[in-house]
């Protein structure tokens, strides 16, 4: 019988920390810290959009009215097209293109569309940084669409016209 006793007994194991999973678990810390670190220092999307059109000519420069000159940004009425939201308001989808007939290449190029009503009072307004986000480079002599969004309008708010301004441009060094 002292066999079986034996064979059905329970055994008692001392169970230690692995020294190989333990240093496996600290340098999966130190690389995550590390990511974080280096994460947390790069300029969110919005630093980054601010320094681009920083650097870029604003109107009232003589750089800014010889570069405005050359660009061109037409309303496609045909594809723009209003929707009702689930919320009772109206969006807008607005297609367009911008041509660069000038001789310059550029590297940033800020938009602002408006929506306006039969006074040309402005009912809704978006700006948008065309390039570099909607395309990367707008070439000289180069037609592009542009398309954007305006939500939240009252379906009782007149929408009677589309304005295209440019408020930011730079040429590609």
Same mark, same amino acid.
């Given at each position: ?37 280096? %994460?947390?220092?790069?300029? $969110?999307?919005? #630093?980054?959009?601010? +320094? ?9 420069? =003589? ?45 940033? %190029?800020?938009?602002?569309? $408006?929506?306006? #009503?039969?006074?040309? +009072? ?9 390039? =570099? ?41």
């Amino acid at each position: 019988m002292h066999f079986m006793d034996e064979m059905f007994a329970s055994e008692k194991r001392t169970r230690r920390f692995n020294p190989i999973f333990l240093g496996g678990i600290s340098i999966g810390l130190v690389v995550l810290a590390l990511a974080f670190y280096f %994460l947390s220092r790069t300029p $969110s999307i919005d #630093d980054q959009t601010n +320094q681009l059109i920083e650097t870029a000519y604003k109107p009232g420069s =003589p750089e800014f009215a010889e570069l405005n000159k050359d660009i061109i940004i037409a309303t496609n009425d045909n594809e723009t097209i209003e929707s009702p939201t689930g919320l009772g308001t109206i969006s807008m989808f607005i297609k367009g293109q911008i041509r660069n007939k000038g001789t310059h290449d550029i590297s940033v %190029l800020e938009v602002n569309v $408006s929506v306006v #009503d039969r006074q040309k +009072q402005v009912v809704k307004e978006r700006r948008l940084l065309f390039v =570099p986000q909607q395309q990367p480079i707008l070439k000289a002599g180069e037609i592009v669409p542009v398309s954007i969004t305006l939500d939240g309008f009252s379906p009782k708010a007149e929408r009677a016209l589309i304005y295209w301004r440019v408020t930011a441009i730079k040429p590609a060094s």
